[in-house]
């Protein structure tokens, strides 16, 4: 197949914009001559994962559905560890500048050959893709000292931090509303936000542990549940669940707290007397019994089932394995004295990467019992399902929601110990999931010399540079801005 000569500025980013809006006008070539037809180039994926979902492809008169992962070389496949990651499997096709594989296919890790495609006609949308679908200083921010663009996108990091924790503390205060019905007494005068409230509400435990419940519950969500999730943390809170889940032994606990979760989130209404292997109906009938139980104690909103999103969702980020998952989190928030925990490990006097190691890991939640082998509510799986949460959306929680929210108690009660505690685990944090938007920033800032994902304080920084300035056209209020363009 003769190679196809490709545009000088290439990148991944431009071969996103090429597959957005030129998708139907496409000549994809593969090495075996199959024939190719996109019906729809699917969407762009945020979080975790292929490029874009929910794609439906044609493949030789056979029309298929599910992710498209794009690279500049197919060898790339491999280079980024994709064979060995389970979130690849759902891939149908693998689009290139590039293919350079032997025989036109590549792997995932349950060993399913996926199509590589090239884009055979790339240099036909070099013009027309718009010079500021691109970050605006993308022509000229090569002169700028590579040291100086790593150490704004550092500060930004820390920012986020910051910002983050400003948000958190929006939150606590109307926890502590719909809590203590603002009882007048002696304010703090620490931090302004919380001038009004006593320290005995300010420090009173559930409060600070229905936070942490709440941010727990929207990292499940990802970007697809995400509204869902959070709807479901305030509409059920931490101190009902602990209220109506009392029980003599740790799995009868568990049981109690799953069917309160799948309660209220309308799936045991949904599932209950749908076909399903004998497993998943013993099951069922347990949670729903155990949640009639309660259910006439609970006095809020039930969540319907179309509230959640299914579609285009990898098993492993079911919203019903997730909230397997968390069963065992709220458990552990309710019983073990969470916080306390965390905070003994940020101010002890570990080094801060092992700090962050142990942080993470009161997060990572294994499969156990029926969630052995079953990521939903229907067959069982063919493998073991591992983690219902696993190691990188265990360090997403710490890094989104258990940092800020411990800088946010650290400041308010002028704890300098553990305020310096959570920014050296935060500066020292290793790196978190790559998304699209680091990729741009890697591309199209750092101009591929530098990834800034291994860090998860460069992580951060690259999104609050590109959400907060770059996709606002903020290039006076930038350091690399003010630059290049005053």
Not at 63 to 79: F, M, P, T
Not at 433 to 440: A, D, E
């Amino acid at each position: 197949m003769k190679k196809v000569q490709m545009p000088r500025a290439i990148d991944e980013t431009y071969l996103y914009s090429i597959w957005l809006s030129f998708w139907d006008k496409l000549e994809l070539r593969t090495k075996n001559s199959d024939k190719i037809e996109v019906l729809n180039s699917g969407e762009m994926n945020t979080s975790d994962g292929a490029d874009f979902t929910d794609a439906r492809i044609k493949i030789n008169g056979k029309i298929l559905r599910g992710d498209v992962e794009i690279h500049l070389k197919a060898s790339d496949w491999k280079n980024h560890k994709h064979h060995i990651d389970e979130r690849y499997n759902t891939v149908i096709l693998h689009v290139v500048a590039n293919d350079d594989t032997d025989n036109g296919f590549v792997y995932t890790v349950s060993g399913r050959g996926v199509l590589t495609a090239e884009i055979s006609n790339i240099n036909e949308f070099s013009k027309a893709i718009k010079r500021d679908e691109r970050i605006k200083c993308y022509a000229f921010n090569k002169n700028v000292p590579m040291d100086e663009k790593l150490k704004w996108i550092k500060k930004l990091g820390l920012t986020r931090l910051f910002f983050k924790a400003r948000n958190l503390s929006e939150r606590l205060a109307e926890i502590i509303d719909e809590n203590f019905f603002m009882i007048a007494e002696s304010p703090s005068d620490y931090f302004s936000t919380y001038k009004g409230y006593s320290l005995f509400q300010l420090s009173h435990k559930f409060v600070w542990d229905q936070l942490l419940y709440e941010k727990v519950m929207e990292a499940l969500g990802y970007s697809k549940n995400k509204e869902p999730f959070q709807k479901l943390a305030r509409n059920l809170t931490l101190r009902f669940i602990a209220d109506n889940s009392f029980a003599h032994t740790y799995e009868r606990q568990i049981l109690k707290i799953q069917s309160i979760l799948f309660g209220v989130a309308g799936f045991i209404k949904h599932y209950k007397g749908k076909r399903s292997d004998a497993e998943t109906k013993i099951f069922l009938n347990e949670l729903e019994r155990e949640w009639l139980e309660v259910k006439k104690n609970y006095r809020r909103e039930l969540l319907h089932y179309s509230e959640w999103k299914f579609s285009s969702t990898r098993p492993a980020n079911s919203p019903i394995f997730k909230l397997s998952g968390a069963s065992k989190i709220v458990w552990r928030i309710i019983h073990e004295d969470f916080f306390a925990k965390m905070s003994d490990i940020i101010t002890s006097k570990l080094k801060p990467i092992e700090k962050a190691k142990h942080l993470v890991e009161l997060f990572r939640v294994r499969s156990e019992g029926y969630w052995e082998n079953h990521y939903n509510f229907g067959g069982s799986s063919r493998v073991k399902t591992g983690f219902a949460i696993g190691t990188s959306k265990a360090s997403e929680i710490v890094v989104n929601g258990v940092l800020p929210m411990m800088l946010t108690f650290a400041r308010i009660f002028n704890n300098r110990v553990l305020e310096n505690g959570v920014i050296e685990i935060y500066k020292n944090f290793p790196g978190l999931s790559p998304n699209w938007i680091t990729s741009k920033i890697e591309e199209e800032l750092l101009l591929g010399k530098v990834r800034i994902s291994p860090s998860a304080v460069m992580h951060q920084g690259g999104i609050q540079l590109y959400k907060f300035y770059c996709s606002n056209s903020l290039c006076n209020a930038c350091a690399i801005g003010i630059k290049l363009f005053s």
